[in-house]
């Protein structure tokens, strides 16, 4: 093993939580809890995307998270992500009764080929651009999920940490139907916690972007972030939700006290539940979404 892919499966770890072994061709079951299945799935561009499933036990029909997964601020380490295998927060919404599927997008880990979510120079970035792109994959994603006969077709919710929370935002601004919410772990893009902490690239670009998609999206969007996010500061999150609500989104803003060193890995921090899901029953309860 080369010094490079030494350091991109330790950034793998300590930003994304998620290393996991690639599938082969076709559904592979593994031992994990929560009936955890590993598929492969028609993406975009003739792409095929490589996807967990998990679910609670029984038939169902249940309803269903399409979990989208983040990006290390280091290119090299996208290969080292594999599977975005999260089994804490995972099971805590299998326990709640949801289906949980999981993509890799294009560019990304198991699904591997080339990065479709580029935005650009930090000069001059195209957030809106390389958000649409994320989104192709994660309808494509609910689509297949959607398709599945124990899942409920009127009952999605699009789900996801850092890029993966601003990629579900974009994609339901393209009002899918059955879309019923969005929740959005420490969303954005741009930022880099070693060589800016909490200062993204042109952060009014980004507001720029949750603006033009916040006057589309017909859903209630969950934004749930914490005061310590070293990719993200609390007033460049405010003004990015101000944004999308003044373009007509609708939803609310969590802002949590700081946690640990950075409080952007709390999603998928095994400790972490704690801190969101009281937020996360709160929403669905208050929208109807189960």
Not at 54 to 75: E, N, Q, T
Not at 158 to 169: F, M
Not at 204 to 210: D, G, K, N, P
Request: proline share 9%; charged share 15%.
């Amino acid at each position: 093993m080369t010094r490079a892919m030494r350091s991109a499966i330790a950034l793998c770890v300590v930003l994304l939580a998620g290393c996991a072994t690639a599938p082969g061709p076709g559904a592979t079951r593994t031992d994990a809890p929560y009936n955890e299945e590993v598929v492969r799935i028609p993406g975009p561009d003739g792409r095929t995307l490589v996807a967990t499933w998990y679910k609670p036990a029984g038939a169902g029909p249940f309803p269903l998270i399409v979990l989208s997964h983040g990006s290390p601020p280091d290119p090299a380490a996208r290969p080292a992500m594999d599977r975005y295998r999260v089994l804490t927060p995972v099971g805590a919404f299998v326990a709640r009764g949801y289906a949980v599927l999981v993509p890799m997008r294009r560019g990304f880990g198991a699904t591997g080929g080339a990065f479709a979510e580029g935005y650009g120079t930090c000069a001059n970035p195209d957030y809106q651009r390389a958000g649409n792109e994320a989104a192709r994959d994660v309808l494509a994603a609910m689509a297949y999920g959607q398709a599945q006969g124990f899942v409920r077709r009127d009952a999605v919710i699009l789900a996801g940490q850092s890029l993966g929370g601003y990629a579900s935002i974009a994609a339901a601004s393209r009002q899918p139907r059955g879309l019923v919410g969005v929740v959005n772990f420490a969303g954005g893009n741009g930022g880099n916690p070693v060589k800016a902490p909490g200062e993204p690239c042109k952060p009014e670009r980004l507001a720029q972007a949750f603006a033009a998609w916040g006057a589309s999206v017909r859903v209630p969007v969950l934004w749930h972030y914490v005061e310590n996010d070293q990719f993200f500061a609390p007033h460049h999150v405010r003004a990015w939700y101000s944004a999308f609500a003044k373009a007509g989104g609708k939803g609310q803003l969590v802002m949590q006290p700081p946690f640990g060193r950075d409080g952007h890995g709390v999603f998928p921090s095994t400790d972490g539940v704690r801190v969101w899901a009281p937020a996360f029953d709160r929403f669905v309860a208050e929208f109807g979404i189960r």
